[in-house]
């Protein structure tokens, strides 16, 4: 869900649309819902989510930072909308822990659903901190209950994305092995039917390094449905992908293991139908099939839109706020490929921060480098008024700021592995910004956030050299950058604790952590200097090449 209830697009100040013309939202969701309970009675339907509800949209940022409900004791909006429409289970995901334990507790005591994660383990007691599973029964006329087992769990990588927030609080063991442990259990406490809530994708890879950090593998749904027996169904989540249906062979019994995922944001909603026959007085699956209800063909539920409307409203009046006033118009559209004023705005905020926060101390004589991602293509400061909406639109994620010690040679290093994000380029060919920027490598897709820029050195990226060999003048004020020379480099947190999988900087010597937002460090510039003048902060410093000629 990403915090998205009502379709309405809070960067935009609109109604969400894309160009499928797709709608999100727990509001259409539940129109989807409710035609389904009708049409095959409600003791014929488990409603449950698959994680990832409680970050996302300003929504759920207002009421997590500005207004937030851990000292407000409003009930949180993401609950309120879930109980709305009655949901039986809520599985957790990575975004559950961003704004930490308290807040993902008070949604957890909020909510009426059971809220799952086998997993995620205590560790002052060694038991499960959230409840593993649920057993939901279900009646059938003239028939014994039948007893539904909801299994959750988590992907490990939420002990690399948040390791602030939970490193010695809790640990996220294997998915594989956790699902090994739970699924006799919830056979055992009489589950007729076993679901697993897999808040993983499939295919086996990880955005870290699983063995170096002694974590589980990210993304593992198809090896739970393939290597543990018992399970009927595997609904995915996690990977924003989208699946109606599609089934793995079960290696231990031989039988058909059902996955499903419906797309992220709620603009859609997977149907499991389970068809049951009863063996020796016990209810078994006797076949098992999907299907996926697009929630643009639904109107936005009632009850969900009274739920949430003073949410959604206190919201909306928040990220209309006007903060700044920009002298000219940036756009982030080319961030990805050329040096643009909108990131370097981003950039000069992260180093202004940390250089002030070292001045005086150990660390205050060697230079400032800042890291930033292009996360938004369409992110835009018009000519004259800024708003909060604006900065929440360049800056999209909940991360905070950080800076480490890293040599020269580790920052090449560590621009060489960004710099696969680009296609290589023939000599004497031209680069393209469409075919030739997020391209698959070693098999993974590298998306946008995960291609940095690095402001306060001055580089080039050679497009006609294999990855590993692109970075070329790379200088400080015009002198070539030593390997043993040292930068102090600000850097989010998800970067820094090893999201992405950059090299150096998860083993950097922390020199700034002081849990500041990035977002609230830009609007709270903007706020104090009132004018944004690209021309005052915006220098490039790096380019690609190609055959040492600017390719764009």
Known sequence: MHGNVANWDYFKDAPYSDKYGNAVGLAQAASAIRQVREAKGAEQVVVVDNGDALQGTPLSYYYAKQEPVTASGLEHPMAAAFDAIGYDANNLGNHEFN???PLLDDFAS????????????DVATGRPRYQPYTIVERTVKGHKPVKVGILGLTTPGSMVWDRANL?????IDDMVEAAHQWVPK?????????????HSGQGGLS??????LGLGVENVSDRI??????????????????VAEQFVTNKPTGRQVLMTQPRNWAQSVAEITFDLRKVKGRWQVASASSQLHATKDYPA???????????????????NQVIATSTQEMSAATSRYQDTAILDYIQMVQADAVTKALAGGQYADLPVLSIAAPFSRTAVFGKGDVTVRDMAGLYIYDNTLEAVVMTGAQVRDYLEYSAKYFGRVPSGGSFDPETMTQVPYQGQN?????????????????????????????TLDGVPVAGDQQFVVAVNNYRRSGGGNFPHIATAAVVHQQQQEIRQLLIDWAQQHQTIDADAFFEPNWQLTVDGRPAV
């Open 99 to 101: 704004y930490g334990l």
């Open 110 to 121: 909020d909510v009426d659903s059971a809220v799952l994660a086998a997993n995620v383990v």
């Open 167 to 171: 490193e010695g609080r809790v640990r």
């Open 186 to 198: 919830v056979r055992a406490a009489g589950a007729d039917v076993v679901v697993v809530l897999s």
């Open 207 to 212: 955005s870290y390094n699983p063995a170096a």
């Open 225 to 242: 449905a393939a290597e543990v027996a018992g399970i009927d169904a595997v609904v995915m989540g996690h990977s924003h992908q989208e």
């Open 301 to 319: 539920d009632r009850r969900v839109m009274q739920v949430i409307a003073p949410y959604h409203d206190k919201t909306v009046d928040y990220v």
């Open 446 to 474: 590298v998306w946008d956030y995960n291609y940095d820029i690095v402001a306060g050195l001055d580089y080039e990226i050679e497009l006609t050299r294999p990855v590993g060999q692109r970075i070329t003048k790379l």
